[in-house]
């Protein structure tokens, strides 16, 4: 008897565990979703849904990952439906309890796609929309060396790895190739992204062409490929005589022949190998050796779904080089579905569930044992869980300290300005300070960097890259208002024109305290009509959670010229609407410095959010005032009266943001025929409805101990008379403020954009859109 080597022993030891867990954690996805689609009771008829073959395909995979190759240190976005594997390998670790298993896609159970927010289960980062979580990891990793190589951290953080498990049909996303390029561009590293290759999307079986492409296109940005194709059990047949014309043969295989074979199992493949090969001796050999189950299990033995090729492909690369690994593997590998085309929302049948667990070992009553059914020992399998590399610090997410904010940030005092201009004066006064806050904040922006504003923040603080660059510009003497030099110290982040990708590395930079132990105070500027470009990523970034500052301008018609493919139109109302998002529209400069201010503290709040800044390129005469601390504290409630209006007044004017001077116009001719009229200027819309919604909801849940305290909306209008009549006017979707008549029962007129604007001057289109002091008066006199 030969006595192995004990490495090698160990490594063996380690293979037949890790087996033993892919078992498991097939099981545990597999009767997660079936008990949530079978055994649970149905109230509404719906079906509950889940992926059981999409988890299958990914076994493998993240057995090996999690329970051998992650350090606690790396970060991973997990393809959003196999989010019942994630959820199985973090019961085994024991941060997943079986109570929210069996509520697997109900109410406080686990998520359908892992969820940072929602989760308790320390999941890195969310995924659901496809596409979008895999961009996550790239942005993540550049944060990581930003703030590493500025040393923001504690500094005993090790580098981790940022990875992704992706489906290879989340490849026909295109922010996935904007991010690429990104990630070329700016050198990224610690990059690993693994594509669970089973050649199935949603609707059937991935375009044989499409594939061939992909890893080029990874090597041409610098990218290693790292191809799992063949497991173990086939690679031994090709070694074997005639078995090139086996591998010939597979290779040559169309993806929806191969599929339809797996599904149709040993006979199927007999049948056609027979057709095909049996001129060769070696070839019918193997077929004489294998009986139809051990020929399917050949046949369907890719390296992504075999755990030995599998744990050699990560263990093979070093290094700090992206990598990209396409890993060959199944759809609903081991389950009786395994490769039927339809089978991508497929559940498995009573029966089939009977036969699979039966196949699984595990009798009735033992679904939730974590080690039923298995051969190795609980206490054997406990330990190896125990010394799980990636679990050996418990939970993994971070903190950091708060950033202090100064009770006042600078504030320009320019008797004309816009608010773009403001904003980029704060900026630049601020970073003209070496203050905690001058260090922690970082701006970023898709090729709009100038033109938002940023111009003078990016010159003082420099561009960020890895390596010093100088500004060839500079050097060669040609004189330009911009210094773009290139530093590891920078703290502007240069994106390409992609607003994907600026929501993505918001949300990456924003959630930095909790990867990376750092504080960040993320600021990312764009047009604001471009915010639609990138809304399915900006709803990412708030649905984890991000906190960020993003500064949109110019909006609206305001800006004129550049015509209606320009001008943002219902951005309000997106403002208002989206979750995690706290967005205003101040009038002028002075205001924008208290609600940068405030966004900074409310970004780093337990309860807070991300800001959204709708700014405006409009240059309008600034009031000459020092605000109170009660006019701040209004600014940030969401509006003050400007002119207030005398007790019981019968009409009123709301205005907001760049139209405000109409207003004002407007409001001084009303006044001499309707004295007592009162201009009310609004801030934030949404944050009044949301303060709004919530009195009313304290009030029904305190009945009997009835809370009376007004809602600033409630405050603000309770001067008027009963039947007052409201004329509201923005540059934006009339619907952003006409639910103020509901507040108290005023009757409203809006006005706002309902169309698409054309080019034109601001006085044109102000009257062509009825934003104007006569559209206003006029609004007045109808409402009377
Ligand atoms: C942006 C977006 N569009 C559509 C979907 C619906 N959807 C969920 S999974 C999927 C197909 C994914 O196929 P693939 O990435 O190959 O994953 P597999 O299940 O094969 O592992 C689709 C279209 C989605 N989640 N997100
Ligand atoms: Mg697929």
Not at 542 to 549: E, I, K, P
Request: aromatic content about 8%; hydrophobic content about 40%.
């Amino acid at each position: 008897m030969t006595t192995l080597a004990p490495i090698q022993q160990l490594r063996g030891q380690r293979l037949r565990l890790l087996r033993e867990l892919e078992r498991k954690v097939l099981w545990l996805s597999a009767w997660t979703i079936h008990n949530a689609n079978h055994l649970r009771p149905n109230r509404d008829g719906l079906k509950v849904g889940g992926h059981q073959a999409s988890c299958a395909s990914l076994a493998t995979v993240m057995t090996a990952l999690y329970f051998s190759v992650l350090k606690p240190e790396d970060r991973v976005a997990v393809k959003p439906h196999a989010s019942p594997v994630f959820h199985a390998i973090q019961y085994l670790f024991g941060h997943q309890t079986q109570d929210k298993l069996e509520r697997f896609r109900g109410l406080a159970g686990a998520q359908s796609y892992p969820s940072r927010t929602k989760d308790i289960d320390d999941v890195d980062f969310s995924t659901g929309s496809v596409g979008l979580g895999v961009a996550m990891t790239l942005f993540s990793s550049l944060v990581q060396d930003y703030v590493r190589l500025k040393e923001l951290g504690d500094g005993k953080r090790p580098t981790g790895r940022m990875v992704a498990l992706v489906g290879d049909a989340e490849l026909d996303e295109g922010n996935i190739f904007e991010a690429l390029l990104e990630g070329w561009k700016h050198d990224v590293r610690n990059l690993w992204w693994v594509i669970d290759y089973n050649r199935q999307s949603l609707d059937g079986v991935v375009n044989d062409r499409l594939f061939g492409r992909i890893g080029e296109m990874f090597e041409l940005v610098g990218w290693r490929v790292v191809t799992l194709k063949y497991g173990k059990l086939l690679e031994a047949a090709f070694a074997q005589p005639d078995g090139e014309h086996l591998r010939q043969w597979i290779d040559d295989c169309p993806n929806s022949l191969y599929s339809a074979l797996v599904f149709k199992g040993g006979a199927g493949w007999r049948e056609a190998l027979t057709r095909d090969l049996n001129q060769y001796p070696g070839i019918r050999r193997i077929l004489e050796q294998h009986d139809d189950e051990t020929l399917h299990r050949l046949m369907t033995n890719l390296a992504g779904n075999d755990m030995q090729a599998v744990l050699d492909a990560f263990e093979g690369v070093e290094g700090d080089q992206p990598t990209c690994f396409i890993a060959y593997t199944i759809k609903g590998q081991g389950l009786p579905f395994a490769g039927h085309k339809d089978n991508h929302s497929g559940l498995m049948t009573l029966d089939q569930m009977a036969g699979f667990k039966n196949g699984m070992g595990i009798a009735d009553g033992q679904e939730w044992d974590k080690f039923a059914g298995l051969k190795a020992t609980p206490a054997e399998l406990q330990q190896f869980l125990a010394e799980a590399p990636f679990n050996a610090e418990g939970r993994r997410r971070t903190e950091a300290p708060a950033v202090a904010i100064p009770p006042a940030l600078p504030r320009p005092n320019d008797r004309e300005s816009s608010t773009q201009t403001g904003f980029g004066k704060i900026l630049n006064a601020i970073a003209s300070e070496d203050s905690e806050l001058s260090r922690r904040i970082v701006t970023t922006s898709p090729d709009v960097t100038v033109s938002t504003n940023l111009g003078a923040w990016v010159n003082r603080r420099g561009l960020w890259a890895h390596t010093e660059a100088e500004d060839v510009f500079r050097e060669l003497k040609v004189v330009s208002a911009q210094l773009w030099r290139k530093t590891p110290r920078g703290q502007h982040v240069e994106l390409v024109i992609a607003e994907n990708n600026l929501f993505i590395q918001l949300a990456a930079m924003g959630l930095s305290h909790q990867l990376f132990g750092a504080r960040l105070l993320p600021i990312g500027t764009l047009y604001d009509p471009f915010i639609a470009r990138g809304l399915d990523a900006l709803n990412y970034a708030c649905y984890q959670d991000a906190r960020f500052m993003i500064v949109a301008t110019p909006s609206g018609v305001t800006l004129a010229p550049e015509g209606g493919a320009h001008q943002s139109i219902h951005t309000p109302l997106i403002g208002i609407g989206q979750p995690g998002l706290l967005s205003y529209e101040p009038a002028y400069v002075d205001e924008l410095a208290v609600l940068m201010r405030h966004g900074f503290d409310y970004m780093q709040q337990d309860k807070g959010g991300s800001v959204y800044l709708r700014l405006s390129t409009r240059s309008l005469p600034q009031p000459q005032r020092t605000l109170s601390a009660e006019q701040e504290s209004d600014i940030v409630a969401g509006g003050y009266w400007y002119a207030p209006p005398a007790p019981g007044s019968d009409v009123a004017i709301v205005a907001m943001g760049a139209v405000t001077p109409e207003a004002i116009a407007a409001h001084e001719s009303v006044v001499r025929d309707f004295a007592g009229t009162g201009l009310l200027v609004l801030t934030s819309p949404d944050r009044l409805h949301a303060d709004w919604l919530a009195a009313q909801r304290s009030r029904g849940r305190t009945a009997g101990m009835v809370d009376r305290s007004p809602a600033p909306v409630e405050r603000l209008l309770a001067p008027l008379s009963r039947d007052a009549r409201l004329v509201t006017v923005l540059d934006g979707h009339p619907l952003a403020l006409s639910w103020l008549g509901s507040v108290r029962g005023h009757r409203v007129v809006p006005l706002g954009i309902e169309a698409f604007g054309q080019s034109g001057d601001i006085p044109d289109l102000y009257r062509a859109y009825k934003l104007d002091t006569v559209a206003i008066i006029d609004a007045v006199a109808r409402s009377i």
